[in-house]
């Protein structure tokens, strides 16, 4: 077990925060506060507990150079306003100088602060040490609460730690939570629904839940080299030509770990990938040549709903068809539809099929929706994430 922010006594103490205000910004505004809104509860934690706040984070990819348009300032106004308090942006070029450090010196209990970007120097990507020891001589405790960059070892999430007593944040630690609970010692039966685009991306994860799951569904286009690779036509649909043999080793694998592996049975297909294209729903062997599987059909769906009736924990990780467009979301919907229904714990991890269940309107439902889709790939794939990696053991561990 990772220490997490209840095992220090913060009062009267600087909490260093690394947190994840990596959001979209558009003309200088914050267009989707979704990350913010996740970091306020271990603010007003460690505020509530007597502490000064310095909050830090990257945004965009400025590559270790200034750059205006990535500045945090607007980010440090949204902040101020979710958090219905006063937060001081301390601006400067390299992140941390004097003045940086004596404006957090003068801070008082219960003041919150934000530095500038940490990816405005070179530092911090190369999780430089010189840069790390600078950036822990502005707190007493480092907290970690940024899971979206967990799975990079910088010198904001790796570095400090180094240099300062650290702690998981409330958001890290329920991430932490409910992979290991899944991973480790899940509530059986155990089903994941692995989908996306490229078997190549998801290969690791595969291979790691073969040896803890009951059940495997695996669609969206990944599913098509599985198809592909027994000998069915799967006309212009996007295939891994080079991942055939992969796909037939890990049917194999799973018959011999008696995983039941379920991969689509009916499917959507059209000539392009465009909203309003033409659509037919075939069974397998009357895909035309000229046509791609985009979706899932209903019978499929069926099934999939099936094997989650039983279902005690579950993992979704990448949408079951082109769900961006209404021709070929049925299939992500109507299982996002299905998820919210059981009564499982249900984890989503991945950038698109978090928006995929936020767009079936039943996120609110589900039982964890990861913040990080790199750092949930890699949690998936049963890697140790150095972000997390370096947080202080506690004493129960
Ligand atoms: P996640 O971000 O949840 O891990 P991925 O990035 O692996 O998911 O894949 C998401 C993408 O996969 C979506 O943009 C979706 O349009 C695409 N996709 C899903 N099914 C298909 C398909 N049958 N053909 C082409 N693209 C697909
Ligand atoms: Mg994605």
Redesign the pocket.
Known sequence: MKKTIRDYDFNGKTALVRVDFNVPVKDGVVTGDDRIVKALPTINYLLDNGAKVVLMSHLGRPKGKYNKDMSLEVVAKKTSELLGKDVKFIPSKEVVDDDVIKEVKSLKEGEVALLENLRFNPGEEKNDDDFAKKLSSLGDIFVNDAFGTAHRAHASNVGVAKFLPSAAGLLIEKEIKYFDEALENPKRPFVAIL????VS??IGVIENLLDKVDSLVIV??MA?TFLKSKGLEVGK??VEDDKLDLARSIMVSAIDKSVELILPEDVVVAKK?VEGADSRTVELDDVDEDE????IGPQTVEKIKDVLKGANTVIL????????IEEFSCGTMELAKALAEIDATVIVG?????SAVEKAGVAEKLTHISTG?GAS?EMLEGKILPGIDAIEEGENA
């Open positions: 989908g996306g685009s490229k991306d998801k969206g286009a098509n649909s996007l990938i791609m599987i985009l979706d990780n990448g949408p079951c068809g082109v769900f961006e991945g950038g698109d099929s978090v889709g790939l």
